[in-house]
């Protein structure tokens, strides 16, 4: 195959591997643009109803940076390295990203988690089995750090009593529409802080390709990682876990790590846009691949 359809096969791989990303709320708020000069961006997609869960926008352009870093995998995975330029137009703050396939070797690492992509689903049931293992503890901390992100072990008891007290607090103040009400920390099972030195989109979108390559390691290794929101939601609990867990830094997920059987499907299968440029005029949406929505 030629190098410029190789190039632009790969690109729609990637499309297709990130509107598949699970997101918080399962809102996927981004929209995915493929440009004729083989660029493939990522945007915020701000509707009402992403809005009213996030006025901030810290959960959508989290969500956005996992669909960032499934793009880097499958491009990883098709033998293609990428350039990426993150928050690249000042005068376009809904332009969260721009990747490129580029020169040079593809990201081997990267490479070896794209079967982990295809496998992986978000899963929100509690989680069983043993507590991670140290060296995957260290093995995790190695992979936050190297996307620019933080990561604590939640293990002390009294800390998982205190993630649970605020996650219960949180259920309260956000009320009987605002998050997943009746979801516990277990006290029994490894949970995970995800956290950023700073507090601003760019941090957002480095933390999102951090859970989402979290995410996928753990899945590698046979493990599931289910989301505590919550806490982190709520600005007087999110400050509150902050001042006991990560103190200068500012806690971005909540994770709870073990075993799990294979998730159900509860959703079905949604189309997802992806938008083609094929040049001058309007953009004409062209769904490229099916995100899968998952309970």
Request: aromatic share 2%.
């Amino acid at each position: 195959m030629p190098q410029p359809a190789a190039r632009r096969r790969a690109l729609e791989l990637a499309a297709d591997h990130a509107v598949r990303t699970p997101s918080v709320h399962d809102s996927r708020p981004w929209r995915i643009e493929l440009r004729p000069d083989d660029r493939l961006l990522v945007r915020a997609d701000r509707s009402p109803r992403v809005t009213v869960l996030d006025p901030r926008g810290r959960q959508l352009v989290l969500s956005a940076g996992a669909a960032l870093f499934d793009v880097r995998v499958a491009l990883a995975g098709a033998g293609w390295s990428a350039e990426i330029e993150r928050l690249p137009s000042p005068d376009d703050p809904d332009l969260l990203a721009a990747v490129r396939p580029g020169p040079g070797a593809p990201d081997r690492a990267l490479a070896a988690l794209a079967a982990a992509a295809r496998r992986r689903r978000a899963y929100r049931r509690r989680v069983t089995g043993a507590a991670l293992p140290r060296v995957v503890l260290r093995r995790l901390a190695e992979i936050a750090e190297s996307e620019d992100a933080l990561l604590v072990p939640v293990v002390d008891d009294a800390h998982r009593l205190l993630v649970e007290r605020l996650t219960q607090q949180a259920d309260g103040l956000e009320g009987p529409d605002g998050g997943p009400s009746g979801t516990h920390a277990d006290l029994h099972r490894t949970m995970l802080l995800l956290a950023t030195r700073t507090d601003d989109p760019i941090a957002w979108l480095r933390a999102g390709e951090a859970l989402q390559h979290l995410v996928l390691e753990l899945t590698r290794l046979g493990w599931r990682a289910s989301p505590l929101t919550q806490a982190i939601e709520v600005p007087l609990t999110r400050t509150r876990l902050r001042s006991a867990l990560t103190w200068h830094a500012h806690p971005q997920m909540l994770l709870r790590v073990g075993e799990a059987p294979a998730a159900d499907d509860a959703g079905g299968l949604a189309h997802r846009t992806t938008l083609r440029d094929r040049g001058p005029g309007p953009m004409r949406p062209e769904t490229l691949g099916r995100g899968l929505l998952r309970s």
